[in-house]
């Protein structure tokens, strides 16, 4: 399961099709200062020698303390220039938050020149492009911070994971976005390895695929675009395909991933290049999942799946979260009873090709293998 546009469209109610939010606009962060919010050069040159500023990055409190307030004796360029200011700083502390939640770049002021063309962006898959890579980032072992939209992911599991206790807000209304569905709050004095378990326990039937289902007739086909989305620097591969079932849809084994150009994710780094292909997102109805792999999922199986995407999935995933840690009480021998399942499918394909050979068999071996560690591993 995952991050869709679909999820973003219906959490944040923000366009996710629109123009791809980067820009190739090389000034510096002092001639940015100047060109966009309107201070002279003196000014901004002792602004960028603060510590405000880190290269291009710039603190939300000194957005907030220079350009909170106009008058009536404001110029229409002073107005207009606040106007970007607050824009940037309303991006800084949602779309894109960084680690600290202090600070947000210059070089996204470009792309607020215009005022007028702000919203033929589209913010949305932008959001999800920036998560994307952060979550990548939090995934190595000496992260303690994450970026990104956090806010959206949070939604995002309580829509799909009852079983968490998400507390619903009884203000909400279906005309409103869906974050707003939510009380979000921070809870404490529950450890990580309590909520790795959980996850590692949850039953197919404890999972809601398709949480809005009843609120609207048709997916949007933006939601099935597969290719490269961007968020200013960072391009990521977005692929529904792995996920059809959060569309209500039958999950087949999907096509190969993207590939990055350069990538380098050891246990403390996470450095990745994906290409940027323009023509994708500008032309995203020509990118999408063929409607012959978009099959409903029977009445009353959401979690439904083609016969061959489990032993794929064994093979190619990770099936725990946890390390070390076995499902608890009755769920252990419902666990054992589908890893068997799978090697006994294994096993009768390979028993049923004729011209199996030392290599098919060292496969076949391999896959069994893969299947049966994460019970072991410690």
């Known amino acids: 399961?995952?991050?869709?546009?679909?999820?973003?469209?219906?959490?944040?109610?923000?366009?996710?099709?629109?123009?791809?939010?980067?820009?190739?606009?090389?000034?510096?962060?002092?001639?940015?200062?100047?060109?966009?919010?309107?201070?002279?050069?003196?000014?901004?040159?002792?602004?960028?020698?603060?510590?405000?500023?880190?290269?291009?990055?710039?603190?939300?409190?000194?957005?907030?303390?220079?350009?909170?307030?106009?008058?009536?004796?404001?110029?229409?360029?002073?107005?207009?220039?606040?106007?970007?200011?607050?824009?940037?700083?309303?991006?800084?502390?949602?779309?894109?938050?960084?680690?600290?939640?202090?600070?947000?770049?210059?070089?996204?002021?470009?792309?607020?020149?215009?005022?007028?063309?702000?919203?033929?962006?589209?913010?949305?898959?932008?959001?999800?492009?920036?998560?994307?890579?952060?979550?990548?980032?939090?995934?190595?072992?000496?992260?303690?911070?994450?970026?990104?939209?956090?806010?959206?992911?949070?939604?995002?599991?309580?829509?799909?994971?009852?079983t968490l206790h998400p507390v619903l807000d009884p203000e909400y209304t279906e005309e409103l976005p869906r974050a707003r569905r939510w009380c979000l709050h921070s809870e404490s004095g529950t450890s990580v390895e309590h909520y790795r378990r959980v996850l590692d326990d949850l039953l197919v039937d404890e999972v809601i695929f398709d949480p809005y289902k009843n609120r609207r007739q048709n997916v949007s086909d933006i939601a099935f675009y597969t290719g490269p989305i961007r968020a200013m620097s960072y391009v990521e591969p977005y692929l529904p395909d792995r996920v059809l079932r959060q569309f209500g849809l039958l999950q087949r084994i999907p096509a190969d991933p993207i590939a990055p150009q350069r990538a380098s994710r050891g246990q403390h780094t996470y450095h990745v290049v994906y290409e940027w292909t323009e023509g994708f997102w500008s032309s995203p109805d020509y990118h999408l999942v063929p409607e012959d792999k978009r099959e409903r999922t029977p009445p009353g199986i959401p979690w439904a799946c083609t016969d061959d995407y489990i032993p794929w999935l064994s093979v190619f995933s990770h099936q725990r979260v946890g390390r070390g840690l076995p499902p608890v009480g009755g769920r252990v021998r419902q666990g054992r009873e589908e890893q068997v399942r799978v090697v006994l499918d294994v096993v009768q394909r390979a028993l049923g090709d004729t011209g199996l050979g030392a290599v098919e068999l060292r496969q076949t071996l391999q896959d069994i293998h893969a299947i049966l560690l994460p019970t072991f591993d410690t």
């Open 1 to 162: 399961m995952g991050l869709t546009l679909h999820d973003v469209e219906h959490i944040l109610g923000i366009p996710v099709r629109g123009l791809a939010v980067y820009t190739e606009d090389e000034r510096t962060p002092k001639q940015l200062l100047m060109d966009f919010l309107g201070l002279s050069d003196e000014v901004a040159e002792n602004a960028i020698a603060s510590n405000a500023f880190k290269n291009y990055a710039v603190k939300l409190s000194w957005l907030e303390m220079n350009f909170k307030e106009v008058s009536e004796t404001d110029t229409d360029e002073r107005v207009v220039c606040c106007a970007r200011a607050y824009l940037l700083y309303v991006i800084g502390c949602t779309l894109f938050c960084d680690k600290s939640g202090g600070f947000v770049q210059l070089d996204l002021l470009p792309l607020l020149e215009d005022l007028d063309k702000v919203r033929t962006y589209g913010w949305g898959s932008s959001c999800l492009a920036f998560l994307y890579r952060h979550l990548g980032y939090a995934s190595r072992s000496k992260a303690k911070q994450i970026g990104g939209f956090l806010i959206l992911l949070e939604a995002w599991i309580n829509e799909h994971f009852p």
